[in-house]
């Protein structure tokens, strides 16, 4: 079945999820909540078309039919208009997402999907006050959508197999590397490890044993040059699960179990460091520095997809 997309929200996610579907060669409609909204979301695609070609991985001609390919509106009922399938992108606040959920249930038709792009909250806990709880699910994207090829699917209570079928053809599609979960847990299969590790370098920051910098070098120049080619369970296997029994046995005992932010991450949040989108976090965000660092990180990102693709079986294609 070839679906009809529309995705709510127009912002970080928003708009970079519209793009890779219409990458893909999907007409795509996109809900803003003002016109404000909707700018910024176009401005967006724009920059994202211009970098995708300066770095030839589109012609100037794709550049044109892929942003032909994206209509921006604020009118909810013309962006639903002949959609068969939805993802919401709307921010990440469990009473708003489940007034929406409501809310499309009751625009959208029986047999259309409508998806969440929630970082982690349950499906079921979303499709809370809908009526049609089987086609409600998650489509987890990862920032940016069109660069990053996982998107985790995660099924409600009551969530159909054919929902979840449709998600996953519609991502194959979408040239997505989808992966479904079998059960709806908080944070699904990547944020739990992102997560796990991000507590640990607290951890060890709060410790003394290295400073900041030395911890994002350490894991850049390690685990971060492998993990792209063997995940957690066939880096064991190549370790050999012997070394890596004993070595779980002394390890696990004694690794972080905080159950919230440690101290040094709690201070900056409360006075209000937020990181890059403010000037200052773990790191000193000068507005050089920001330049540099997401040129360095989406021009990474864009040769790993060069790779994908030229390493695609004919089969896939
Ligand atoms: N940013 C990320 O790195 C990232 C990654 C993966 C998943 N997500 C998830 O994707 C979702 C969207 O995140 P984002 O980063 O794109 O957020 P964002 O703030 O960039 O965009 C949110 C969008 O929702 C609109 N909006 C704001 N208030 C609204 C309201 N009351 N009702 C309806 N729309 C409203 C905004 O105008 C905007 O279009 C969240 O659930 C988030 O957790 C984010």
């Given at each position: 079945?070839?679906?009809?997309?529309?995705?709510?929200?127009?912002?970080?996610?928003?708009?970079?999820?519209?793009?890779?579907?219409?990458?893909?060669?999907?007409?795509?409609q996109?809900w803003a909540?003002?016109?404000?909204?909707?700018?910024?979301?176009?401005?967006?695609?724009?920059?994202?078309?211009?970098?995708?070609?300066?770095?030839?991985?589109?012609?100037?001609?794709?550049?044109?039919?892929?942003?032909?390919?994206i209509?921006?509106t604020?009118?909810?009922?013309?962006?639903?208009?002949?959609?068969?399938?939805?993802?919401?992108?709307?921010?990440?606040?469990?009473?708003?997402?489940?007034?929406?959920?409501?809310?499309?249930?009751?625009?959208?038709?029986e047999?259309?999907?409508?998806?969440?792009?929630?970082?982690?909250?349950?499906?079921t806990?979303?499709?809370?006050?809908?009526?049609?709880?089987?086609?409600?699910?998650v489509?987890?994207?990862w920032?940016?959508?069109?660069?990053i090829?996982?998107?985790?699917?995660v099924?409600?209570?009551?969530?159909?197999?054919?929902?979840a079928?449709?998600?996953m053809?519609?991502l194959?599609?979408?040239?997505?590397?989808p992966?479904?979960?079998?059960?709806?847990?908080?944070?699904?299969?990547?944020?739990r490890?992102?997560y796990?590790?991000?507590?640990?370098?607290?951890?060890?920051a709060?410790?003394?044993v290295?400073?900041?910098e030395?911890?994002?070098?350490?894991v850049?120049?390690?685990?971060?040059?492998?993990?792209?080619?063997?995940?957690?369970?066939?880096?064991?296997?190549?370790?050999?699960l012997?070394?890596?029994?004993?070595?779980s046995?002394?390890?696990?005992?004694?690794?972080?179990?905080?159950?919230?932010?440690?101290?040094a991450?709690?201070?900056?949040?409360?006075?209000?460091?937020?990181g890059?989108?403010?000037?200052?976090?773990?790191?000193?965000?000068?507005?050089?520095?920001?330049?540099?660092?997401?040129?360095e990180?989406?021009?990474?990102?864009?040769?790993?997809?060069?790779?994908?693709?030229?390493?695609?079986?004919?089969?896939?294609?």
């Open positions: 079945m070839r679906e009809q997309l529309a995705v709510i929200g127009a912002g970080t996610m928003g708009h970079s999820i519209a793009l890779t579907a219409a990458w893909a060669g999907m007409p795509v996109v909540a003002d016109l404000h909204d909707l700018n910024k979301g176009k401005a967006g695609i724009e920059e994202k078309l211009a970098i995708l070609r300066d770095n030839q991985l589109i012609t100037d001609d794709e550049q044109i039919e892929i942003e032909q390919r209509r921006f604020t009118a909810l009922e013309a962006c639903l208009s002949g959609a068969t399938f939805v993802i919401e992108a709307i921010p990440e606040n469990l009473p708003l997402k489940q007034i929406w959920f409501e809310k499309l249930d009751r625009l959208c038709g047999d259309v999907i409508l998806a969440s792009n929630t970082s982690g909250l349950s499906p806990d979303i499709a809370w006050k809908a009526r049609y709880k089987h086609r409600i699910l489509t987890h994207f920032n940016p959508a069109h660069l090829p996982l998107v985790e699917v099924r409600g209570a009551e969530t159909s197999d054919e929902a079928q449709r998600a053809n519609l194959n599609h979408m040239d997505k590397k992966v479904e979960l079998k059960k709806d847990v908080l944070g699904s299969i990547v944020n490890l992102q796990a590790l991000f507590r640990e370098a607290q951890y060890i709060e410790m003394g290295a400073t900041i030395d911890i994002d070098t350490a850049k120049y390690s685990i971060g040059r492998r993990l792209p080619v063997t995940g957690p369970f066939m880096t064991a296997d190549m370790g050999g012997d070394v890596f029994d004993s070595i046995g002394y390890l696990f005992p004694d690794l972080s179990t905080h159950s919230a932010s440690l101290p991450m709690r201070a900056l949040v409360d006075s209000g460091s937020y890059q989108k403010n000037g200052k976090g773990f790191y000193e965000w000068t507005p050089a520095f920001s330049r540099q660092m997401n040129r990180r989406e021009q990474e990102l864009m040769d790993w997809l060069k790779k994908d693709r030229r390493n695609r079986t004919p089969e896939t294609t």
